[in-house]
């Protein structure tokens, strides 16, 4: 029986499906980046309509309910994303201050 919740969960996991699709055809995402997050909505997709099927992966891990387990991985993968993007961020810092002191120099 699909309850309220997973309803909900369904047509987001679409709605964000259909968005990544239209970025990815926009020239917003690399193919790369296109399949990492359809990746990530259909396992979402999975999670939802049969959350009963991670019964056997929650025992060794020593998670008492899926919800737990789902929120550990959001919260790991949350970290992850943002220090890559913190990564991305100096980066981007240093090469604006590299060009800022060339024009600098270049006025003078």
């Given at each position: 029986?699909?309850?309220?919740?997973?309803?909900?969960?369904?047509?987001?996991?679409?709605?964000?499906?259909?968005?990544?699709?239209?970025?990815?055809?926009?020239?917003?995402?690399?193919?790369?980046?296109?399949?990492?997050?359809?990746?990530?909505?259909?396992?979402?997709?999975?999670?939802?309509?049969?959350?009963?099927?991670?019964?056997?992966?929650l025992k060794?891990?020593?998670?008492?309910?899926?919800?737990?387990?789902?929120?550990?991985?959001?919260?790991?993968?949350?970290?992850?994303?943002?220090?890559?993007?913190?990564?991305?961020?100096?980066?981007?810092?240093?090469?604006?201050?590299?060009?800022?002191?060339?024009?600098?120099?270049?006025?003078?």
């Amino acid at each position: 029986m699909i309850l309220g919740i997973q309803i909900v969960g369904f047509v987001f996991s679409l709605f964000m499906s259909y968005l990544t699709f239209l970025y990815y055809r926009r020239g917003d995402y690399r193919f790369r980046d296109f399949g990492v997050w359809m990746v990530i909505w259909t396992i979402f997709t999975y999670v939802v309509l049969a959350p009963n099927s991670f019964g056997e992966l929650l025992k060794p891990l020593k998670v008492s309910r899926l919800m737990d387990l789902f929120t550990i991985i959001s919260f790991i993968a949350v970290l992850g994303i943002v220090f890559y993007l913190y990564l991305i961020t100096r980066r981007n810092e240093d090469k604006i201050n590299r060009i800022v002191r060339e024009i600098a120099l270049n006025r003078e």
